[in-house]
């Protein structure tokens, strides 16, 4: 199986790949080392290697220590551990956003995008407790379930340790040597061809403790069905990603950390329905292309064969240390990002320049370097002081390849030869930001955590700062009862994609021209937030959350795909407004466990003030005098699930609602509601003749095949239609060696 992953890899992939192989072999090369200095060692007076007791004492006292440096202290803080990933459909090869999606306050999107609270995107990724950079606004979700021992969704009013990127923390704790019992080999498929070979291995060799994970993803719903249709046409998906974890002991109170990661995924675009029939609405406008009858069969829409490839690549080093007062941790960090979107690639017979009358090639570069320092120190009985600072640089390159026809005054086609243009730009930016808090225990139920961070950013289009304060109370009346209320002031730069106006009028005239010549650069978004709630344990097994907030933006950024090209430009409202509440509950006895959650969220946004050129004139008109609601505002979502977990098995029954995505013009539709169910059994065989354990699941998937639209391809900032996924039926095999 390991050989047919490699088989099916990328180049691009193959020397991280190897890295994480090689990095596999330098632990047992070290452990080799190290146990033959320690025979060596017993017969001089030097220190001998700890116990491998006190080296998981040692890990899990760094770990604890790491987390004192960023507590989320007032914010909202939804965790989700093992158990709950097990219970997940797909479990470990369940997507990302799925996992994310099983927290109050999260809404499913197209592309497997989720909404936090209203936002588009926003999201602050971590990765034990490291920033990671972010990537291109594209589809392709490089995070893979695999890595993780556990996650944190923060929300709300966030500490002042926490910026940029606001809407919420993604809080990743990745699996380790230590944590990982023993390796695994795993075999996933089902459904839509569906076929995920994967292996995990690590562990811990004298100071030096592993994980890597490989996988390697094939089937025939790469992005969701444009049509209601149980299969897409033209929707083939293939990806591969690999991540390692190193980390070295220097001493009890140090260690140096290295996280690598690589994906890689090639994507067809899923064709929509079209027909030559004038008289059905499925009908649309054909181009003429010299020398090619648009009417042979062989120019039929479903034959159109565009793709878009991603790649993603990042590396953290940090070096922590911890003493009995000090926290510190330090990270350098370093991404690339690329997205390549290639159109139909049968030049002479080009099937984009009938349909749509533009054919482009793009290439979206992404490259960001920066280091991040944080540290607390307990400066006082009652007092926690914490500080910190980030900086970051990011080169952006778009580069375009466009056929395109020519056309008269009223946008008629003048000609059947296109026309070809090459536009090559580029951006930049400088992000950095400083902060200083205290949490202050006032009492010993009452903690107070206040303090302001500043944030600068400079860029090819925009440079502004803000000093931003932020305050958070704590109180624990009773054991069972914890209250919080805080206040935040939030600085959300955009991501650094900017079309000049020579890019504009390089197409003015031709069937690729925008909708007006109206073009403002994207600000960054300056917003109030503030936030309320409770957690009330009813039993030690069961508990709820109940939680309100409201936020009020100047500059609201959203995001939005305009065009055939997966890749999702910024563009920013002059006043925004987002209120909500969530509720989840959970509870859990012996085998059993249950969650229910459910939310409820309003947006309204007035006057689009940037990249105003993506939209046509009646509705930024429309817009500029009215409040309207965000695209992505989910107004209603429910999740909840029941399973029941042993030594030897597990059995889940999980459901997902949604209502209340926005479409039509300036978003005054909405998309109808849907229900979704999904059982899964899985059986653990604890004696086996070869290694130790062997887990045999099932999981199906939209359990009564529910027909539900996600998106009609109307909408502000919207392109095509997407429908959710058909029933499934996946089965996994995961061996333990």
Request: net charge neutral; proline share 4%; aromatic share 12%.
């Amino acid at each position: 199986m390991i050989v047919l992953l490699f088989s099916r890899a990328r180049f691009h992939t193959y020397g991280w790949m190897a890295i994480s192989l090689i990095l596999f072999c330098a632990g047992h090369a070290f452990a080799a080392t190290s146990e033959k200095k320690s025979r060596t060692d017993e017969k001089s007076t030097s220190p001998k290697v700890l116990p491998a007791s006190e080296r998981i004492s040692v890990t899990g006292h760094l770990n604890d220590e790491r987390a004192r440096i960023f507590p989320g202290l007032g914010a909202v803080d939804y965790n989700i551990d093992q158990r709950q990933i097990t219970t997940t459909p797909g479990g470990q090869n369940a997507a990302f956003s799925q996992i994310l999606l099983r927290v109050p306050g999260v809404v499913l999107d197209s592309y497997g995008e989720v909404h936090v609270r209203g936002e588009h995107g926003g999201l602050t990724y971590r990765v034990n407790g490291v920033l990671l950079p972010e990537g291109l606004n594209g589809f392709g979700q490089e995070l893979d379930t695999r890595i993780i021992q556990s996650v944190d969704l923060l929300t709300g009013t966030l500490p002042a340790q926490f910026g940029f990127r606001t809407a919420g923390v993604v809080d990743v704790t990745t699996k380790t040597g230590d944590s990982l019992k023993h390796n695994q080999v795993s075999l996933y498929g089902g459904s839509y061809n569906t076929f995920v070979p994967s292996v995990q291995f690590g562990g811990q060799h004298g100071k030096l403790d592993y994980f890597t994970t490989l996988s390697f993803t094939r089937n025939n719903i790469g992005i969701e069905n444009p049509s209601n249709t149980f299969r897409a046409i033209h929707d083939v998906t293939e990806q591969e990603k690999a991540f390692a974890y190193l980390s070295y002991h220097l001493d009890d109170a140090s260690r140096i950390t290295l996280l690598t990661s690589a994906s890689y995924a090639d994507f067809e675009i899923p064709n929509s329905f079209k027909t030559f029939d004038t008289t059905s609405p499925d009908y649309t406008t054909l181009y003429n292309v010299a020398g090619v009858n648009p009417h042979d069969p062989s120019m039929n829409w479903a034959n159109l064969n565009d793709s878009q490839t991603e790649q993603n690549y990042y590396a953290v080093l940090s070096y922590q240390r911890t003493t009995e007062k000090l926290n510190l941790q330090v990270s350098p960090y370093f991404r690339y990002g690329r997205i390549d979107y290639t159109p139909d690639r049968d030049r002479d017979r080009d099937r984009d320049l009938i349909y749509q009358g533009v054919s482009e090639h793009e290439v979206n570069d992404f490259t960001t370097g920066g280091i991040q320092a944080d540290l607390s120190y307990d400066i006082a009985p009652h007092h926690t002081l914490r500080a910190g600072l980030l900086g970051q640089y990011t080169s952006e390159r778009l580069d375009t390849n466009t056929l395109a026809f020519p056309v008269d005054d009223a946008g008629n086609q003048k000609s059947d030869i296109a026309k070809r243009m090459i536009d090559n730009t580029g951006n930049w930016s400088v992000e950095a930001g400083a902060y200083i808090q205290d949490e202050y225990k006032i009492t010993r139920t009452l903690t107070f955590n206040y303090g302001i961070r500043y944030d600068r950013f400079a860029s090819s289009f925009d440079n502004e700062g803000q000093l931003s304060p932020r305050a958070n109370m704590v109180w624990k009346p009773s054991r069972t009862t914890t209250l919080h209320l805080g206040y935040s002031r939030y600085f959300a730069p955009p991501s650094p994609q900017y079309v000049y106006p020579s890019t504009l009028a390089r197409f003015a005239g031709t069937t690729n021209a925008a909708a007006n010549t109206i073009n403002s650069a994207t600000k960054v978004e300056k917003s109030h937030y503030v936030d309320g709630g409770i957690l009330q344990r009813i039993t030690p097994e069961f508990q709820i959350t109940l939680d309100a907030y409201a936020k009020w933006a100047h500059d609201l950024t959203d995001l939005g795909q305009f065009g055939r090209a997966v890749i999702l430009a910024p563009f920013s409202y002059k006043r925004g407004r987002v209120y909500g509440a969530e509720f989840g509950s959970s509870w859990r006895h012996g085998a059993w466990s249950l969650f229910g959650n459910f939310s409820y969220v309003k947006t309204s946004a007035r006057d689009i003030n940037s990249a105003q050129y993506q939209f046509d004139l009646a509705e930024l008109a429309y817009i500029r005098n009215h409040a309207i609601q965000l695209d992505h505002q989910g107004e209603f979502t429910a999740t909840a699930g029941a399973s029941w977990t042993t030594k030897h098995d597990m059995a889940y029954v999980d459901f997902v609602y949604g209502y209340g995505l926005r479409s039509g013009f300036a978003n005054l539709e909405k998309e109808p509601q849907y229900d979704v169910f999904n059982v899964g059994y899985q059986h653990t065989f604890m004696k086996v003749p070869v290694g130790h354990d062997i887990k045999i699941r099932a999981d199906v998937m939209n359990l009564f095949d529910k027909r539900y639209q996600l998106r009609n391809g109307s909408g502000v900032g919207i392109y095509q239609a997407q429908y959710g996924q058909r029933r499934g039926t996946f089965f996994s095999v995961v061996s333990e060696f």
